[in-house]
């Protein structure tokens, strides 16, 4: 080779070494854009605006009663989710707070629980008054009697079990969707239900068979011939993360976010006069007794007597209405260190049956050799008996549970996935996009 031809190729050398470096250095910047969280700074960061110094809000710290388990249980937990890891929660590091609306006596309760009593089919103005606690109506006709608080407005109404069961004799129970559409027609005509309960999604919904004990207790029934209750409970669910479409770089938050949690559901707000959409992210919302609810009614027989919702024989109604939008976000423990304390014996156990087990009838202690973990969660809990002053989430621990006769059964346990040791002062954040007086609390900009 000459020296011509050498000089010649080493510059196409140099060249085609020039643009492989532009290239790679393309990729390389690609890569790193693509890996990069989309999520801007200030969106990563929690804002703890539920109150202004954290010393309130640490007043509200979660305490979840635990179930009793037989003293010769013990305490040993075997991870086995499908990863074998506890990584499915780990991206999701900050998450809504929201508020309740405090319920107070007001002048109108009693006209209002009367309204009530009247949608449910008794005499408005036959009204019983317990103390200044409760407003009672009895019914001899059907053997009904309604009990509402007369401070929430929250009511228990109930139906003689040897009633139902003379009913049942002579009236066939309808099946579990015409239950589910007797129950939504009940809850639509009190009309008292805000947008936590979405009430015509059958997703929503669970249903129970109930069979009436001789002694009037009740426990799940086998099957629809042997029931005589159709018990339908109606299921909350809340955002956990809320994304505004006006938010920078909204399009790059939603695609990591849906990867992480799933499908947001669409919703349109109205923000200084200009109606934009918003993807909420949303969980559950469970209670102490994650099978059951603080919304059940319980559909029958058609009865004869009753000329008001003859279907319908009794209902619990817990509602503590929420704040339109997320009053705050604040971090979460990581679900590892959730783990870790529920092993160290610091979590609440609120569900312990046998596989298929009665879902009704009440708990009783059992003895427990090991815990074998298939799924960490996390959702919101309500309590079911006390007015809470925030809807805060937990992270559900459950799998199957190996009892001492080496059967097996199913558990729950919750921790509380606010971190209470950084709970700082409400962080003063600017957003062009507040939304006006009407609308409650800021919507959560993540």
């Known amino acids: 080779m000459t020296l011509t031809e050498a000089a010649f190729w080493t510059k196409r050398l140099a060249i085609v070494v020039g643009i492989a470096g532009v290239i ?26 539920c109150t202004d110094t954290s010393e309130e809000f640490l007043e509200n710290i979660l305490e979840i009663p635990s179930l009793e388990v037989n003293s010769d249980s013990e305490n040993i937990f075997e991870l ?10 780990s991206s999701l590091e900050i998450i809504n707070v929201h508020k309740y609306k405090i319920k107070e006596q007001q002048l109108d309760n009693q006209l209002k629980a009367k309204e009530i009593a009247s949608a449910l089919g008794f005499d408005a103005d036959k009204i019983y008054r317990k103390g200044t606690t409760d407003y009672i109506w009895t019914s001899s ?56 309960y979405n009430y015509n999604d059958s997703g929503n919904i669970n249903t129970f068979l109930i069979d009436i004990n001789p002694d009037g207790t009740f426990s799940e029934a086998a099957s629809l011939a042997e029931a005589e209750l159709i018990k339908v409970d109606f299921q909350k669910t ?35 006069d200009e ?46 209405p929420l704040e339109t939008e997320s009053c705050g976000t604040y971090e979460l423990v990581s679900p590892t260190y959730a783990l870790e304390k ?15 087990g009665d879902e009704i009838v009440d708990y009783e202690p059992r003895s427990v050799t090991k815990y074998i973990i298939y799924d960490i969660d996390i959702v919101y809990y309500e309590p079911t008996t006390t007015q809470p002053v925030y809807l805060q989430p937990i992270y ?43 609308s409650g609390t800021n919507l959560l900009n993540l």
Do not use: C
């Open 238 to 272: 809340r955002p956990m993360i809320s994304v505004k479409e006006t938010t920078d770089n909204s399009a790059a938050i939603i695609r990591a976010l849906t990867d992480n949690l799933g499908d947001p559901e669409e919703e349109e707000i109205i923000v200084n």
């Open 342 to 356: 529920v092993q160290a014996g610091e979590g609440s156990l609120v569900y312990l049956n046998d596989k298929n």
């Open 141 to 196: 006709t059907n053997s009904r009697s309604l009990d509402i608080n007369a401070t929430t407005l929250n009511f228990v109404m109930t139906t003689s079990s040897s009633y139902i069961r003379d009913v049942a004799k002579i009236s066939d129970l309808p099946d579990k969707d015409e239950a589910i559409s007797y129950a939504k027609n009940t809850i639509r005509r009190l009309g008292i239900l805000g947008s936590d």
């Open 396 to 438: 559900v621990i459950s799998g199957e549970a190996v009892f001492k006769d080496e059967s097996r059964g199913e558990f729950h346990i919750f921790y509380p996935a606010i971190n209470y040791d950084i709970v700082q002062d409400k962080t003063e954040t600017t957003d062009d996009t507040t939304t006006d007086d009407t």
């Open 275 to 320: 109606r934009i959409t918003v993807y909420n992210y949303s969980t559950i919302v469970t209670y102490t007794n994650p099978s059951s609810s603080n919304i059940s009614v319980y559909i029958g027989p058609e009865d004869e007597n009753t000329d008001v919702l003859s279907y319908v024989y009794k209902i619990d109604f817990t509602y503590w």
């Open 24 to 49: 790679l250095i393309i990729i390389i910047l690609v890569l790193t854009s693509v890996a990069k969280d989309p999520l801007p700074s200030e969106y990563l960061t929690a804002n703890n605006a």
């Open 80 to 89: 086995q989710t499908d990863t074998g890891k506890v990584n499915s929660l």
